[in-house]
């Protein structure tokens, strides 16, 4: 919800919204001169004559769509008036005037609507027209015409080399924001994480080829994540994280049904409700499930299951986070209500309402998914569609087999709730060429590392569950063991274990085959060390 | 008083810009005077524009300009029309009573020192009263023309919104002597901008010809019709 001044809350919440300083509905369209406007004279004006404004805002999309609607007597908002083209064509007696609305009116041309109550106005879009339609019979001009965000969805892409994106590394977020700068939009976007472990999430492929719009990259990219792109009213796209959802989260605003509720159209459907998904990603693929969608909706009698492809899910854990976020989308389709109500300007998309309705019985919060104003002869209203202010979890597998026990640790296993440890080794007598490999659930972190007395460190971010660290030693040195010692410190620096409070690595000098002490490589001795995370 | 109605006679350019005659806060510009001769009326027609910037956060500044009229003799400036924001060419027509008059723009405390308005041309239109209307019947009192829609809520309480416009409309009838009178009055002056002045003030508008009923007794025509003013009812040209 915006900050509105005293004077608009008023308007806004009484009963009489009528006086004639004060209080009555009131609409501005800012109209930018296009370069092809000479008569034009000023930077920007308002739109005259408006007859009604039309506007829609959904979370879908953040491009909002407006209808405007105008008296054209004598064709004066006409794009190719021109002046004598028809005999004198008069305002008024004997006083031809040429139309400073000439080649104003046309695709392209941007402007801003605000509503307010009188005096009262906020900017509730930026957006460009589309389509001009002239009713002769009716005299009217119909401008129709999408915010700043149709940039993304019509102008095709302009990459210098082949890909916008050239950078598989890049995170989603710096994509989408690279994405739109390149079609002229501003963004204020941030770094993508998965909760927890707070990997980045990384485009993992070049992206964004010629011809291509970057609404459809983006689109993908963000659906499956828990966050969603709005436009605000200046035209920046604005990436917000979905709200957790809960029925007790606060509501910014109440809607009775005995004080502004004018219509109230409530619904349930299951039509798009899954209750498994299959996240691929490559080869790897994991199926979710939420039970509560079985039990709840589908009473144990129906069985759906969906397929995404996500690129980027490249772990488990990023793979039960998108179906977190689908499921959640799902929750927010199962339960919808569509209100009309004198237009409370300041609400915005995701805003917390309560909704008291005594015929659909509906009295909790819910969520705004999509506004509708409309400003007519008739006043100034809004129909907002709001969904459950609820989510469902994804179930914890129920029929999997229990996953395998944890190698045996040579070292002593210890248990963090860290999802990051850096681990210090070096080796605490003579530099004699110990060397040795070191893997990290099953990925090789170092490649015949030299133990040196400095030292080296080793940056473990931890899943959830049995982290195994395995040394493999290739090298003891010239002279007796290999060896070395440890220091384990927290993300932030901390140190959890100093050196001497954990037993030191020794790998005892068999199969050794050269004089340097390079071990047999088919009888390399190893040493397990399990970090489990909770 | 007898209520007359006024017909356009000819007009005047009084000034022909185009300049800006107005920037920053607090300014008042008025026009060359014009003469509005003892029975008879006036109308001015300006072709204003004004340029006032929009806050940084894109919202509209509370920047105004009001369109006035000015009594020489009283030397007295009447606020007739607020303009709130920016405006490309815009021509307000301003009916003015009897006197020494001048039309102008004046900018609210509000308004930028770099927002300006700017005038193009002024024309002076003068009204005499209309010949052939032998005289004027039955006229109703201005009638507003802003509408307060209701709307019931669920559960039957009352929301209000007021909208349509700050307009009038007057009810009369114009009665001619003869057919000639009727059919001259119809085919020259029906549909062009006239003038009313009577007890409940001086009003500017266009009678509305599918609103008008027109009927004869024995050799005489009457027409009642009904007249749309912008003017607010009750004040006339003498307020907004």
């Known amino acids: 919800m915006k900050p509105v001044n005293v004077e608009l809350q008023q308007a806004m919440t009484s009963a009489w919204q009528n006086g004639k300083g004060f209080r009555r509905p009131s609409a501005a369209v800012i109209?930018?001169?296009?370069?092809?406007?000479?008569?034009?004279?000023?930077?920007?004006?308002?739109?005259?004559?408006?007859?009604?404004?039309?506007?829609?805002?959904?979370?879908?999309?953040?491009?909002?769509?407006f209808t405007i609607i105008c008296s054209n007597e004598n064709g004066i908002l006409s794009a190719d008036y021109r002046f004598n083209k028809y005999g004198d064509v008069r305002l008024f007696h004997e006083v031809p005037i040429p139309s400073p609305w000439r080649n104003v009116l046309l695709p392209e041309t941007e402007l801003s609507i605000h509503f307010g109550y009188n005096g009262n106005y906020m900017r509730m879009m930026t957006g460009t027209?589309?389509?001009?339609?002239?009713?002769?019979?009716?005299?009217t001009i119909k401008i129709t015409g999408r915010s700043m965000y149709k940039k993304a969805l019509s102008s095709t892409l302009q990459p210098k080399d082949t890909y916008v994106i050239n950078d598989k590394n890049m995170n989603v977020g710096l994509a989408v924001e690279e994405l739109l700068k390149n079609v002229g939009l501003e963004s204020v976007v941030f770094d993508l994480k998965e909760p927890g472990s707070k990997d980045p999430f990384i485009v993992t492929k070049k992206m964004g080829l010629r011809?291509?719009?970057?609404?459809?990259?983006?689109?993908?990219?963000?659906?499956?994540?828990?966050?969603?792109l709005i436009e605000d009213q200046l035209g920046v796209i604005r990436m917000k994280n979905v709200p957790v959802f809960s029925r007790s989260s606060k509501a910014v605003y109440t809607f009775d049904d005995t004080i502004e509720i004018l219509e109230s159209d409530f619904e349930i459907d299951d039509s798009e409700i899954f209750n498994a998904i299959l996240i691929k990603c490559g080869k790897e693929a994991n199926r979710f499930k939420s039970s509560t969608i079985f039990r709840n909706i589908f009473h144990e009698k129906t069985y759906r299951e969906m397929e995404v492809e996500v690129p980027w899910a490249d772990t488990y854990e990023k793979r039960r986070y998108v179906a977190q976020s689908l499921f959640n989308q799902m929750a927010m389709r199962w339960r919808k209500l569509s209100i009309t109500v004198p237009a409370v300007l300041p609400l915005e998309l995701l805003d917390v309402v309560l909704v008291r309705e005594?015929?659909?019985?509906?009295?909790?919060?819910?969520?705004?998914?999509?506004?509708?104003?409309?400003?007519?002869y008739d006043g100034l209203f809004q129909t907002l569609e709001l969904a459950d202010n609820t989510g469902f979890k994804v179930s914890n597998p129920e029929h999997l087999p229990p996953p395998p026990p944890p190698p045996p640790s040579d070292l002593p296993p210890f248990t963090v709730t860290d999802a990051k440890l850096s681990i210090e080794v070096w080796d605490f007598s003579v530099e004699d060429g110990d060397r040795m490999n070191v893997y990290f659930n099953g990925r090789r972190l170092k490649k015949s590392v030299f133990i040196r007395n400095k030292g080296f460190t080793l940056n473990l971010p931890l899943k959830k569950g049995p982290n195994v660290l395995k040394f493999v030693g290739i090298s003891a040195g010239t002279m007796s063991t290999l060896s070395g010692r440890f220091r384990v410190r927290k993300e932030n620096g901390a140190i959890l274990y100093?050196?001497?409070?954990?037993?030191?690595?020794?790998?005892?000098?068999?199969?050794?085959?050269?004089?340097?002490?390079?071990?047999?490589?088919?009888?390399?001795?190893?040493?397990?060390?399990?970090?489990?995370?909770? | 008083m007898l209520p007359t109605l006024y017909s356009h006679v000819e007009e005047t350019e009084i000034f022909e810009g185009p300049s800006i005659v107005v920037t920053g806060a607090e300014r008042v510009w008025l026009s060359p005077m014009v003469n509005v001769e003892e029975n008879e009326?006036?109308?001015?027609?300006?072709?204003?524009?004004?340029q006032a910037a929009v806050t940084s956060a894109g919202e509209i500044t509370r920047a105004e300009v009001a369109l006035v009229t000015h009594n020489a003799k009283s030397n007295f400036t009447r606020q007739r029309k607020i303009i709130r924001g920016s405006r490309t060419w815009t021509r307000v027509f301003l009916p003015v009573d009897t006197g020494q008059r001048k039309i102008g723009i004046a900018t609210n405390e509000y308004f930028r020192s770099t927002d300006n308005a700017r005038v193009r041309r002024i024309f002076y239109h003068r009204y005499v009263?209309?010949?052939?209307?032998?005289?004027?019947?039955?006229?109703?009192?201005?009638?507003?023309?802003?509408?307060?829609?209701?709307?019931?809520?669920?559960?039957?309480?009352?929301?209000?919104?007021?909208?349509?416009?700050?307009?009038?409309?007057?009810?009369?009838?114009?009665?001619?002597?003869?057919?000639?009178?009727?059919?001259?009055?119809?085919?020259?002056?029906?549909?062009s901008y006239m003038i009313i002045k009577c007890r409940y003030g001086l009003y500017g508008g266009y009678l509305n010809g599918l609103d008008s009923e027109p009927s004869s007794v024995g050799a005489s025509v009457f027409l009642r019709v009904k007249m749309i003013s912008d003017q607010r009812p009750g004040a006339g040209s003498n307020g907004i």
């Open chain 1, 31 to 65: 109209i930018e001169r296009p370069p092809a406007a000479t008569e034009f004279l000023v930077t920007d004006a308002w739109l005259p004559d408006v007859i009604s404004i039309e506007m829609d805002t959904d979370i879908e999309s953040p491009g909002k769509t």
């Open chain 1, 129 to 139: 027209i589309d389509n001009v339609n002239i009713d002769s019979q009716g005299r």
């Open chain 1, 211 to 228: 011809r291509e719009h970057p609404a459809d990259l983006i689109t993908s990219m963000v659906d499956s994540t828990f966050t969603v």
């Open chain 1, 358 to 376: 005594r015929i659909s019985q509906v009295n909790w919060n819910l969520h705004i998914r999509a506004i509708k104003y409309s400003y007519t």
């Open chain 1, 498 to 534: 100093d050196a001497g409070d954990l037993p030191d690595l020794e790998m005892a000098r068999t199969n050794v085959i050269s004089k340097s002490g390079y071990y047999d490589p088919k009888k390399r001795p190893s040493k397990t060390w399990v970090i489990t995370r909770v």
């Open chain 2, 41 to 50: 009326v006036g109308m001015l027609a300006m072709d204003y524009a004004v």
């Open chain 2, 129 to 191: 009263p209309s010949t052939y209307v032998h005289a004027i019947h039955e006229l109703k009192p201005p009638k507003p023309l802003y509408g307060l829609q209701m709307q019931n809520t669920l559960e039957g309480s009352v929301r209000t919104q007021r909208t349509g416009n700050t307009g009038t409309e007057i009810e009369m009838t114009l009665c001619f002597l003869t057919h000639e009178g009727f059919n001259k009055f119809m085919e020259t002056r029906h549909d």
